[in-house]
């Protein structure tokens, strides 16, 4: 019998739970990648990403090679390719692990049924998350919409299972005699203007990295996780994007890792609860996935945002006159990653200070982020803009100067991204007077903070308000 894997984001052979099943139950296999026109070819896409990917599509064909088999690229729709191509291969069986997107779940439908029709057999399993978000429900059954218990929940349900990295001993026979496909001219364009990845893909790079940072900055993860300025968290977030590393293997080595170090304990606890923060958010998109387009908390769907185009401008180029707004633009512009600390101070800046719809920052971040997620960039939006589950709560706006002093306390983050303020004492970077009058070519703040967090405090209450008055039917 043969088989097919349809690669997505799931991209390795190690410890791949739809591949490892395909093993089981074929006698050949190959490896198959779709490149969705519909998904690659539009400007919500960063180039970054891309190219990440293209490489990372390289390291996993060199690791299919070596087992003497092949990866087949083809250009989709997946709909009606994936058929035509199992024919062509005489194929009988189908694998691959799901994915959380409205749009993923509906063409995956689609797949099924026409593999499905044509008599075949459909493999599908979740790997991208340890738990899906039916797994964790409370005593009553419902679904989770607060962190905490969900993670207490998380974490209950973990200890009770076993996760264990796994790997099939059975590996089947590459399918022989299928001819030769060729390369997709859409690839091969695509290619051709794409810069260097910033960050190494694929699964050698993913491990390198993982084993680096257990070795030794995971052990002051807890008090280092917040300073943009420190190289203190593992940068592995584009390879969980595109499963370059399984999220479980990350548990099962950062748990070992504390175990053969107590001192490890505290650091590897709490960055394993921002990996269950992943879990989280991917749950929350999963049972909601309205919240891709609008508040999972529906009474600021009242919220006047004022979205000036040319303060957005300013957002987006990084000249805000705001030192760690700006630094954190430009790190995401210069690398396709941004320090999770000043994604948060950035996001309430264009949310609180500059009352800037947050669906224009998300897609903003999808379209330059290498690690671009839709469940956590949507999730870590809604957080900053006060409209998401167990967000910031509205009254909570971020001051930016204070923001800066206490996690940039040298300056060091602000002075590598802006070029500007290279030569400006640290004394001077974190408030608003000292940074414009030495730095001439630097913009002046283009809003007052304090007046702006007024402005935002009424918007914020009178959404509540007008929320409270349309139910009582006022
Ligand atoms: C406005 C905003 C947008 C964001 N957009 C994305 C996104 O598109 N893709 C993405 O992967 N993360 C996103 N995050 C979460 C977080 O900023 C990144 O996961 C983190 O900065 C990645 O760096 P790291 O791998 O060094 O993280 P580490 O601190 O080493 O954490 C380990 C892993 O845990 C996960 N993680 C950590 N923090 C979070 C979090 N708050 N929410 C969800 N998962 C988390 C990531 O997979 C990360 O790789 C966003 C956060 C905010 C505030």
Request: aromatic share 10%; charged share 25%.
């Amino acid at each position: 019998m043969r088989g097919l894997h349809w690669f997505r984001n799931d991209l390795r052979l190690q410890d791949n739970r739809a591949l490892d099943d395909l093993f089981q139950a074929v006698d050949e296999w190959c490896g198959l990648f779709v490149l969705e026109h519909r998904l690659v070819n539009k400007p919500s896409v960063s180039r970054k990403r891309l190219s990440f990917l293209f490489e990372c599509l390289d390291d996993l064909a060199t690791d299919i090679t070596q087992v003497g088999n092949r990866l087949v690229i083809i250009e989709g729709p997946a709909e009606t390719q994936i058929p035509q191509v199992m024919h062509e291969m005489s194929a009988s069986v189908l694998s691959f692990n799901e994915s959380t997107t409205p749009f993923a779940k509906s063409r995956d439908q689609s797949v099924i049924c026409s593999v499905e029709k044509a008599g075949h057999r459909v493999l599908k399993r979740r790997d991208h998350v340890i738990f899906s978000a039916t797994d964790i429900r409370s005593s009553k059954g419902s679904a989770y919409s607060v962190y905490t218990p969900y993670r207490n929940a998380w974490w209950k349900k973990y200890s009770q299972n076993d996760h264990g990295e796994f790997t099939a001993s059975k590996r089947p026979r590459p399918i022989a005699n299928f001819g030769t496909v060729s390369t997709p001219k859409l690839l091969t364009n695509l290619k051709k203007n794409l810069e260097k990845p910033t960050f190494k893909g694929g699964h050698r790079a993913a491990h390198n990295r993982l084993n680096q940072f257990l070795n030794k900055p995971v052990a002051h993860y807890h008090q280092n996780r917040d300073r943009p300025d420190l190289d203190g968290t593992s940068r592995l977030s584009m390879h969980l994007r595109f499963g370059t590393i399984s999220v479980r293997e990350c548990f099962k080595q950062a748990m070992e890792a504390s175990h053969s170090d107590p001192s490890y304990k505290s650091g590897v606890h709490r960055w394993l609860d921002e990996l269950v923060w992943r879990e989280f958010y991917n749950a929350i998109l999963e049972e909601n996935p309205r919240v891709l387009h609008s508040n999972y908390r529906q009474e600021y769907d009242y919220l006047n945002w004022r979205n000036n185009p040319k303060d957005f401008s300013a957002w987006c180029a990084g000249r805000t006159g705001f030192p760690i707004v700006d630094a954190g633009i430009r790190q995401l512009l210069s690398t396709g990653w941004m320090h999770n600390r000043t994604r948060m101070i950035v996001a309430s800046f264009l949310t609180k200070d500059l009352l800037i719809d947050w669906k224009l920052g998300e897609r903003f971040f999808f379209e330059h982020l290498v690690d671009g997620d839709p469940a956590s960039n949507n999730g870590g939006w809604q957080w900053a803009a006060s409209t998401g589950t167990d967000a910031q709560p509205y009254f909570r706006i971020f001051n930016p100067w204070k923001q800066s002093e206490r996690w940039d306390p040298e300056g060091d983050y602000i002075r590598r991204w802006v070029a500007e303020l290279r030569d400006v004492p640290k004394l001077h970077l974190h408030s608003p007077t000292s940074v414009t009058q030495l730095a001439s070519d630097y913009p002046t703040p283009i809003v007052d903070h304090a007046s702006q967090r007024r402005a935002a405090l009424i918007e914020y209450r009178k959404a509540r308000e007008q929320n409270l008055e349309a139910q009582q039917g006022v």
